[in-house]
């Protein structure tokens, strides 16, 4: 008996080469383990054995079975491994490109944005929004913009018919709703419902009534920002915005305010900066943004008293900070979305 | 502004070089736009010489070599092609190291094989003039070796000034004069003015009244009257000064009125008294469509809210703006009323905006001009009238009304400087600058008075006088410190976080983002979206003929950019643009926050391997991941099939609605509207609209759940029905039954659907879709039992008084 379990295992041993479909694992089974399998008939003859010597056999076996069992999980790892390759195909080639090859991109205006607003976030400055469309109080009157003032001209501002009616704003008095043409109406909103301090950025699209050209686009977008509190002054004015360009220009950019005019805003200056690291424009002197110290006329509109708080307000184009920092020479390639420009900005 | 420098130089003495002017001016609040200087400028070696001997040059017929002495030791051999000397003329000499016109350096060089040790000049190589045909021959033959410089006057220079509006006292020579004077410690010289200007003796025999009617619009009016002026063209050095700051010289008199309004920023008007009828002068305003001919040669129609100074017959000038050609002087005039007044700023403006008629005039008195420099600028044209013209001042001048009252004294610390500025200064100097600028201070204690004089109606608050003192000290002078920042309980506004995720999201997803303006045209925004949309959202003032909507939807500025790509060779799969647009609701328009994507069902260029078509599944994937980001739980939007001529129709959903404060659309774009567009392709868009409200809706921490630790128990119920009804409605009403079905110890609230069927073996318009309905207990292993007994129930409810079979 000991020679037929010796022979049986020899024939699984050898026959398993040739098994490599799933119905042959199951015949090779069967010819061992079946009904009628060499094991089963063999196993059959332990009745026929002493008492004694039945234990030994059995175990001998349990041991053969033990050994096809592993011969059997064997043969299916192998015929899975090919029925697993067959179905994935030849082996691929990782140099052939993918199907959808096009990156997802954010526009450059964004990237700027983010890039600007990141910076002023790193000292302390939150986000807020306000509409697109405004009313003449919010982006004049309370920014001490006077409607005999020259920048109220309709030349400038596109208007919105008098009988237009904006869902939760009311007029005031004979006012007219117009696009923002600039994002300060966001601080005054707000100033009037935050005590301070405030410490806020306003970023967002703004439209001028103008004719496009390379410099001049009749849409675009500005990061504001104001800091509200005791005791703000113009050094402190100075110390932000130094940061700012020497983060987002390097740390050997130079500043210089040139004194200037903004009704809201007393006193005014242009920000110029010079660096090394901008390409064609390293070394001059460029003119990057607007700022001041609030007027004490603003903080009247809001409910604040000029003698308790004072703060600065500074806002710039983001286009202007784009076309620096790429180098971009005309600023109508940000609203004619040429996929050749848009991919030149991929996010990495 | 114009600004010559030999006119600044009047008043001042300046020893600065254009550069330092511009620098300073720029640094004070006085934006150079430009600085041209005319004739020679500073240059370094460049010097007079002599000709000593000129031979043929050996290798070029054009040539010759010549001998040149400039008093130095060694002569210099300077090859040269002009042809117009000899020797013993005397040139001017660029040396090696001289810089000319144009950033030409002068080096030791050789020409066809002769060396050659600099360049003898024409006068358009050292911006003299035009003349290039040869040597500039000196022929008064200044000392040889004198540099160029001190043979030819100083050029000049002109400065082009953008002055903000703020500053009406920078619109005059003798203002900016005054601010370069405080800028550097310089005294400025006023122009004396002649007592033959004060007054004349007897009446004046041609103006026996000046009416005023409305002292509000014209508080002060003065005229003066000048016997027997003779007309002719102004002395040179008037013409000069007049042409060097783009003005045209036309004749004396009404030369010296601009030269005036150029000096002192005082707009006057000479008036031909011959042509004054009535013999007076009426200050009043218009009446409403009356004309008059402005020295432009336009017909101008006038409204009643329009001054105008007029005789007893006629308007003869659109006051502050623009006189008429009735009352003009020419070479004829032999009497003249000469006209100063101060109009009030307001009034010009909207009269000067109205007609379209902006003038050096109107530009000033729109800005305030100085109401004490109108009678000085009068009397300052009579001298030089008088000088120039002759003639004599006859009679008391004309005066209506008193100067307007300039701003009250100011009252402020001298410490208020230090605290606004944060950084320390001497109050000596504050004083110092503050009188530089015209300014006086009383002292009293630590409390300071500060008096302004009238040209400066800008300075009325003591934050003003910071100003004015940091102007002059140098903003250079504010010490650099590093950023002192205190903490503060604010969030960035959700809109802005909202924008933030769904940019990176669709960036990830492969979207490009676009910016397209916010303007449509209206007949796209009628055609879309109605007449209602149309007649609501168009612009009062637009400028282009294609932008004068505001924009409901930022899928046609998408299909916009698409187009322009593909007509470009570009085949981009997919774009988004996040935006604000305006929808209307019962009346009124809404504006919303939007994000809007279209992707192509398959690219248009070829590529080695296939990828599944999108359909509007991608598109309501990627929409309701949009919503997600925004607060919005995908699972209350009910998707319902959308009606609408940009959508094409079977294939386009929307959910929510403006009035809800979420309106989100997507789907396939109507075919036929695409294919009108020239645009190629299939394509798939979104929208997903919200309202600031529903942005910052605050959203509650997630609360845990606990999760079970038993099995859980499946089932599969497969219903019948119309093809019509939408999956989403029976899965509501499967989530309700299963609900209702389960008791307490479980639920069934996990149910999916795996199969939707139609087609053969099935009733003709009819579908099967299947449910797995997953039980589970939180609290033990459900039996098989209950689980059947539960899904029996579903069942039932599920078919029976239903529009529902059960899929046999």
Known sequence: ?348 | MKVSLSWLRRYIELDKSPDEIEEALNLSGLEVEGAKTLGLPQLENVVVGEVVSREQHPNADRLSVCEVTTGSEDNHNIVCGAQNFQPGDRVPVALPGAVLPGNFKIKKSKLRGVKSEGMMCSARELNLGEDHSGLLVLADKPEIGTPINEVFPEGETVFDLAVTPNRPDALSIIGIARELAALFSLKIKKPELKDASAAGSGASPFLDSVEVEDPGFCPLYTAFSIQGVKMGPSPEWLRKDLEAIGLRPINNVVDITNWVLMETGQPLHAFDASKLRGRCIKVRMATENEKITTLDEKERILSADMGVIADAERPLVVAGVMGSVDAEVDENTTDIVLESAWFKPESVRLTSRRLGLSSDSSYRFERHVDPDGVVYAARRAIDLILEIAGGTLVGEPSVSGEPPAGTDPISCEPAFFNKTLGFDVKSADIRQILESLGLSIEENGSQWTVNVPTFRPDIDRPIDLVEEFLRIHGTHNIPASPVQVSGLHAQDDAIAIFGGRAGKYLSANGFNECNIYSTRPGEEVETLFGAKYAEALKLANPLASDQTHLRPSLIPGLLEALHLNQAHGNDPLRLFEKGRVHHVLDGEVVEMISIGFILLQEPLQRHWQDTAPNDFFSAKKVSIEIARLAGTDPDTLVFEALESTLWQPGHSASAGSVKDGCLVECGLLDHKRIADLDIKGTILAGTCCFTAETLRKVASQPGFQPISDFPHANRDLALVMDAKIPAGQVLAEIRKAANEACPDEFDAQEISIFDVYQGEGLPENHKSIAFAISFRSMERTLKEKEVNQAFETITRAMTENTPYDLRS
């Not at chain 1, 080639?93 to 790193?122: C, K, M, N, W, Y």
């Not at chain 1, 496009?212 to 005791?230: C, P, W």
């Open chain 1, 1 to 348: 008996m000991e020679e037929e379990l010796h022979a049986l295992v020899k024939q699984a041993e050898s026959g398993q080469n040739a098994v490599s479909t799933r119905a042959e694992l199951a015949d090779f089974k069967a010819t061992f383990v079946g009904p009628n399998g060499s094991l089963t008939t063999v196993s059959k003859g332990i009745g026929k054995l002493p008492n004694d010597q039945k234990p030994v056999f059995g175990k001998k076996i349990n041991e053969v079975k033990q050994r096809l069992e592993g011969i059997f999980s064997s043969i299916q790892d192998k015929i899975e491994a090919v029925e697993f390759e067959a179905r994935m195909g030849p082996a691929v080639d990782p140099s052939l490109p993918v199907a959808e090859s096009q990156p997802g991109t954010e526009h450059p205006l964004t990237q700027a944005r983010e890039q600007i607003i990141g910076i002023f976030r790193q000292i302390g400055f939150t986000v807020v929004e306000g509409p697109e469309l405004e009313t003449e109080f919010f982006c004049f009157d309370a920014l001490n913009t006077p409607a005999s003032h020259p920048a109220r001209d309709m030349q400038d501002t596109y208007y919105l018919p008098g009988d237009f009616r904006l869902h939760g704003e009311q007029k005031r008095d004979d006012e007219s709703f117009i696009l923002r043409p600039h994002t300060s109406a966001v601080q005054i909103r707000t100033m009037a419902k935050r005590k301070p301090p405030v410490r806020i950025l306003s970023p967002g699209r703004c439209f001028r009534r103008d004719t496009v050209d390379a410099t001049h686009s009749a849409n675009f977008h500005q990061v504001e920002g104001l800091y509200v509190d005791r005791e703000v002054n113009i050094r402190d004015l100075k110390a932000v915005l130094d940061h700012f360009v020497q983060e987002l220009f390097g740390s050997d950019t130079r500043t210089r305010f040139r004194p200037s005019f903004f009704p809201f805003t007393e006193p005014s200056f242009e920000m110029d900066v010079q660096s090394t690291n901008l390409g064609k424009l390293s070394g001059r002197w460029i003119e990057i943004l607007g700022c001041g110290m609030v007027d004490p006329n603003v903080f009247s509109h809001v409910g604040y008293d000029a003698e308790e708080v004072s703060g600065y307000a500074f806002g710039m184009g983001v286009e202007r900070i784009a076309m620096i920092l790429h180098g971009i020479d005309d600023i109508r390639h940000f609203y004619q979305n040429d996929l050749r420009f848009l991919q030149q900005f991929k996010s990495v």
